[in-house]
């Protein structure tokens, strides 16, 4: 089979004289190995890494800030500490591909906060 994952993303801007969209479509993407994993990770004020269950190869990475309030660093493990490189506002989704053989890691600001967590392998 082909084109298992359909992915649509959009987003428009209104700010006052400011605008801006982004409305590609929706894109379909192949899954040639079947497998992912889905969580609500609980991140606490010290870095934590990641677990992707029994996900071989990281794929595609759905992540939401589940918290009304705190933010949350993400990035990627280097030389056994986080190297911050993304941050998810309260509430608000992020969809990525992963590099394989990543080992992702975060910390929340302030108070720990509740992160959901769907991954695909491709």
Known sequence: MA?????TISAT???????????P???????TTLGGHSTVWT????????TV???GTLGMMMIRNLDATNYV???KKVAGAME???????GIPMVIQ??????????????ACKVLIKIWEL
């Open 73 to 75: 660093q993400i990035g």
């Open 53 to 55: 269950g029994d996900v």
């Open 43 to 50: 991140v606490g004020t010290s870095e934590e890494d990641l």
């Open 3 to 7: 084109n298992e994952i359909t992915l």
């Open 25 to 31: 479509g929706a894109e379909t993407i192949s899954q």
């Open 84 to 90: 911050a490189s993304m941050r998810l506002r309260p």
């Open 98 to 111: 992963s590099e394989p053989g990543i080992t992702w890691t975060a910390k929340a600001n302030t108070a």
């Open 13 to 23: 801007i209104t700010n006052g004289d400011f605008k801006d969209s982004f409305l």
